[in-house]
Nanobody, 120 residues
């Protein structure tokens, strides 16, 4: 599966951004069978989980973003989104979309990443 992120940019503290990730693949992509995640990596830091989702009832969030970020997906459009509210300077990072077929985490694919900068 190929993934393309969009929606990053520069935002002031307290602001909001919505990231999008478009999935595509050869043949019939069974997008609904993929576990979708957002991860981020700040300079000098390890990549960390931001949010993951298989179904609306199976979501996980990193502790630092709980209550501020929301992951969602549109299986018909093969899209996954990350709504980020009340952004903080420490949210500055490259955000990566990734996907793996359920039960096959070794099949994980990554997008190219989108930069989010939170600064006044």
């Amino acid at each position: 599966v190929q993934l393309v992120e969009s929606g990053g940019g520069l935002v002031q503290p307290g602001g909001s951004l919505r990231l999008s990730c478009a999935a595509s693949g050869s043949g019939t992509l069974r997008f609904n069978m993929y576990v979708m995640s957002w991860q981020r990596q700040a300079p000098g830091k390890e990549r960390e989980l931001v949010a993951s989702m298989y179904t609306p009832s199976s979501t996980n969030y990193g502790e630092s973003v709980k209550g501020r970020f929301t992951i969602s997906r549109d299986n018909a459009k093969k899209m996954v989104y990350l709504q980020m509210n009340n952004l903080r300077p420490e949210d500055t990072a490259v955000y990566y979309c990734n996907a793996y077929f359920r039960g096959e985490p070794d099949s994980r694919s990554w997008g190219q990443g989108t930069q989010v900068t939170v600064s006044s």
